[in-house]
């Protein structure tokens, strides 16, 4: 069983930066490609970005390129997200996933084990 745990969200200004963490246990993290998500209230789960298992190929929603940066360090297990110039639009509950099917690295199912979320919420 593979256990996803997010930490680092909080309440930030509009334009400011939050780093989130998703730490792994419990399967080889580094063979497994690693995705972000977000939910916001009344909005389906929307991808946000992805890196696969090298770390050497990242995607990003078009709603945030530029402003995110996914990485990741399997020595530490561990999927980072790095967000500045954040907006009040940005404010969800983010999740983490290891992405175990092929196909879309966007698609919420090609990713299982979804760790318990981390609330960030963007506003003055």
């Known amino acids: 069983q593979v256990r996803l745990v997010e930490s680092g969200g909080g309440l930030v200004q509009p334009g400011g930066s939050l780093g989130l963490s998703c730490a792994a246990s419990?399967?080889?993290?580094?063979?497994?490609?690693m995705g972000w998500f977000r939910r916001s209230p009344g909005k389906e789960r929307e991808f946000v970005a992805s890196?696969?298992?090298?770390?050497?190929?990242?995607y990003y929603a078009d709603s945030v390129k530029g402003r995110f940066t996914i990485s990741r360090d399997n020595e530490k297990n561990t999927v980072y997200v790095q967000m500045n110039g954040l907006k009040p639009e940005d404010t969800a509950v983010y999740y983490c996933a290891m992405q175990i099917r092929s196909g879309s690295n966007r698609s919420p199912y090609n990713y299982a084990f979804w760790g318990q979320g981390t609330q960030v919420t963007v506003s003055s």
């Open positions: 419990g399967r080889s993290f580094s063979s497994y490609g």
């Open positions: 890196i696969n298992r090298s770390g050497g190929v990242t």
